[in-house]
């Protein structure tokens, strides 16, 4: 099997130019992220910038030119064994090996090294005839955006979707040092967004004390974020832009911080300290007049007051109506074990799993209009709908039609098949599992099953799931179960139908 590079949470260190032309200087930078990235526990790669030189600057421009880069390039020039010899040390250090190769010799001498991962730099993310040869490399890449358009992002990444590269981007202003208003961190949000399944970064230039740019970057999403690196000396100035291995240290430590501090990307379940804790602010009901044994309680019988006891009625639990079994003077708090509570249990069933569903198209980003109607398919009654059951949103019911089924976590439809409809499901959120003909079948998001009619198929997420339903025309009574009990079922009694959410029809 083909081994794809795991991207996410690196961190990656930029060399770039600041070795001076020294191999020997380069060795202590090297060295000194080395031990500043053990010491955070972290993972990270050493990043090199290549150039061949001898055919990257035009002939004429060797000498005198007008482009700033181009004295700095031939300046700090090193050669292939140079390179080599650093590859070892990056190695040696515990880090991941990578490299920018700015033309097509430079693929090359990456693959001639075996380093790692190729980084295509935002100036090279439109040179095709470079970009060709990197795919060809047959290496993971990392890629920037600095200054690209959102069409010009879209070209790259289907480039190497289309050439099986694996690949991940990066946020990127392409301004040396970035200063805060021109940072745009909210990019990632969007490239996130645009490109779910791809992993998503930041190549950072801000000035290295500005620590709150890498956390804002965390918090956004980002899952790779690289910085340029150096060592000052009494001969080499550092460029504004560039951390010292402090320097380095501090942002290492402030991306970690704000993993920290921005924990899980699903909803926990509430920790006992919380829930003490809000307990300890939650009022009580209490009785304002006596209280009788057998009775229903109304409003104007109670107040609410803190604290609320242990086994004492929560001013959230109480429901007018109420019946205590034992009599209460005022000020006595309610307890539940004294207590009935009136409830309709299949209406709050079918509220919960319309609040449920709401929040799984949001979540989903999929917009209904205002006029559908809302099915509630329960099979053996409203009851168990959380855990046997589905909820089918109507959208258009011609020769053709079109469908919307939701199950929450945890539920199951049970095995049935159709005479006369044909129906085709596609995934557009969650995971679902399906048996069609006695074959299980895992969809995830844009997968395609096809039913024919009179095939058996059952259908149920543990996760919860969104899926379109395409088919010929419905009708009702075109269900048959495998369980028959459920086919002598009126089918008003085993589907809840309603307009819209049906707020005031439940």
Same mark, same amino acid.
């Given at each position: 099997?083909?081994?794809?590079?795991?991207?996410?949470?690196?961190?990656?260190?930029?060399?770039?130019?600041?070795?001076?032309?020294?191999?020997?200087?380069?060795?202590?930078?090297?060295?000194?992220?080395?031990?500043?990235?053990?010491?955070?526990?972290?993972?990270?790669?050493?990043?090199?910038?290549?150039?061949?030189?001898?055919?990257?600057?035009?002939?004429?421009?060797?000498?005198?030119?007008?482009?700033?880069?181009?004295?700095?390039?031939?300046?700090?020039?090193?050669?292939?064994?140079?390179?080599?010899?650093?590859?070892?040390?990056?190695?040696?250090?515990?880090?991941?090996?990578?490299?920018?190769?700015?033309?097509?010799?430079?693929?090359?001498?990456?693959?001639?090294?075996?380093?790692?991962?190729?980084?295509?730099?935002?100036?090279?993310?439109?040179?095709?005839?470079? *970009?060709? !040869?990197?795919?060809?490399? @047959? #290496?993971? $890449?990392? /890629? =920037? &955006?600095?200054? %690209?358009?959102?069409?010009?992002?879209?070209?790259?990444?289907?480039?190497?979707?289309?050439?099986?590269?694996?690949?991940?981007?990066?946020?990127?202003?392409?301004?040396?040092?970035?200063?805060?208003?021109?940072?745009?961190?909210?990019?990632?949000? *969007?490239? !996130?967004?645009?490109?779910? @399944? #791809?992993? $998503?970064? /930041? =190549? &950072?230039?801000? %000035?290295?004390?500005?620590?709150?740019?890498?956390?804002?970057?965390?918090?956004?999403?980002?899952?790779?974020?690289?910085?340029?690196?150096?060592?000052?000396?009494?001969?080499?100035?550092?460029?504004?832009?560039?951390?010292?291995?402090?320097?380095?240290?501090?942002?290492?430590?402030?991306?970690?911080?704000?993993?920290?501090?921005?924990?899980?990307?699903?909803?926990?379940?509430?920790?006992?300290?919380?829930?003490?804790?809000?307990?300890?602010?939650?009022?009580?009901?209490?009785?304002?007049?006596?209280?009788?044994?057998?009775?229903?309680?109304?409003?104007?019988?109670?107040?609410?007051?803190?604290?609320?006891?242990?086994?004492?009625?929560?001013?959230?639990?109480?429901?007018?109506?109420?019946?205590?079994?034992?009599?209460?003077?005022?000020?006595?708090?309610?307890?539940?074990?004294?207590?009935?509570?009136?409830?309709?249990?299949?209406?709050?069933?079918?509220?919960?799993?319309?609040?449920?569903?709401?929040?799984?198209?949001?979540?989903?980003?999929?917009?209904?209009?205002?006029?559908?109607?809302?099915?509630?398919?329960?099979?053996?009654?409203?009851?168990?709908?959380?855990?046997?059951?589905?909820?089918?949103?109507?959208?258009?019911?011609?020769?053709?039609?079109?469908?919307?089924?939701?199950?929450?976590?945890?539920?199951?439809?049970?095995?049935?098949?159709?005479?006369?409809?044909?129906?085709?499901?596609?995934?557009?959120?969650?995971?679902?599992?399906?048996?069609?003909?006695?074959?299980?079948?895992?969809?995830?998001?844009?997968?395609?099953?096809?039913?024919?009619?009179?095939?058996?198929?059952?259908?149920?997420?543990?996760?919860?799931?969104?899926?379109?339903?395409?088919?010929?025309?419905?009708?009702?009574?075109?269900?048959?179960?495998?369980?028959?009990?459920?086919?002598?079922?009126?089918?008003?009694?085993?589907?809840?139908?309603?307009?819209?959410?049906?707020?005031?029809?439940?």
């Amino acid at each position: 099997m083909r081994k794809i590079f795991e991207f996410k949470d690196l961190f990656v260190l930029d060399l770039a130019n600041n070795h001076q032309g020294s191999a020997q200087h380069a060795t202590r930078i090297i060295r000194a992220c080395g031990d500043v990235v053990k010491a955070n526990h972290a993972r990270a790669a050493l990043k090199f910038q290549f150039r061949n030189l001898d055919t990257f600057v035009h002939a004429e421009h060797k000498q005198a030119s007008s482009n700033k880069h181009i004295s700095r390039f031939l300046s700090t020039k090193l050669d292939p064994d140079d390179w080599r010899v650093l590859t070892e040390e990056v190695r040696a250090q515990g880090l991941l090996t990578m490299a920018t190769p700015f033309d097509e010799d430079s693929v090359d001498l990456i693959a001639e090294l075996d380093i790692e991962v190729i980084k295509v730099a935002s100036c090279s993310a439109t040179d095709w005839p470079l *970009l060709e !040869r990197i795919a060809d490399a @047959d #290496k993971p $890449v990392l /890629f =920037s &955006t600095g200054g %690209l358009t959102l069409r010009q992002i879209d070209d790259l990444v289907s480039f190497f979707d289309h050439r099986r590269v694996s690949h991940a981007m990066m946020h990127c202003v392409s301004i040396y040092p970035t200063p805060d208003e021109k940072l745009q961190l909210n990019q990632i949000d *969007l490239l !996130r967004r645009r490109y779910p @399944d #791809k992993v $998503v970064g /930041f =190549s &950072t230039h801000e %000035l290295p004390e500005n620590l709150s740019a890498v956390q804002i970057a965390v918090a956004k999403g980002a899952r790779i974020l690289e910085r340029h690196v150096g060592i000052a000396t009494g001969d080499i100035r550092l460029n504004a832009y560039s951390s010292t291995p402090e320097q380095l240290d501090a942002w290492l430590k402030a991306a970690a911080r704000a993993k920290t501090l921005i924990g899980s990307e699903v909803r926990p379940e509430p920790v006992f300290e919380e829930v003490d804790s809000l307990n300890s602010l939650k009022r009580g009901v209490y009785a304002r007049v006596p209280l009788r044994a057998g009775l229903a309680i109304e409003g104007t019988d109670v107040y609410f007051a803190m604290p609320c006891l242990d086994g004492q009625l929560g001013s959230g639990e109480w429901r007018s109506g109420s019946v205590t079994s034992q009599d209460l003077e005022p000020n006595d708090p309610l307890r539940r074990e004294n207590l009935q509570i009136p409830s309709d249990l299949d209406k709050q069933v079918l509220f919960t799993a319309i609040h449920t569903i709401k929040g799984m198209l949001n979540e989903a980003r999929i917009a209904l209009n205002t006029e559908f109607c809302a099915e509630f398919s329960h099979h053996y009654g409203l009851s168990r709908f959380p855990q046997i059951g589905a909820t089918i949103i109507d959208c258009i019911n011609r020769r053709y039609c079109k469908k919307l089924v939701i199950q929450t976590p945890g539920q199951y439809h049970p095995c049935h098949y159709h005479k006369m409809k044909e129906e085709t499901f596609q995934v557009l959120w969650g995971a679902l599992e399906l048996t069609v003909d006695g074959r299980r079948k895992s969809l995830v998001p844009g997968d395609i099953q096809v039913i024919q009619q009179g095939v058996w198929h059952d259908f149920w997420s543990q996760s919860g799931v969104i899926f379109e339903e395409i088919s010929t025309t419905h009708f009702n009574d075109d269900s048959y179960y495998e369980d028959k009990a459920i086919n002598r079922i009126k089918r008003s009694d085993r589907k809840t139908v309603v307009n819209h959410w049906g707020r005031y029809q439940i």
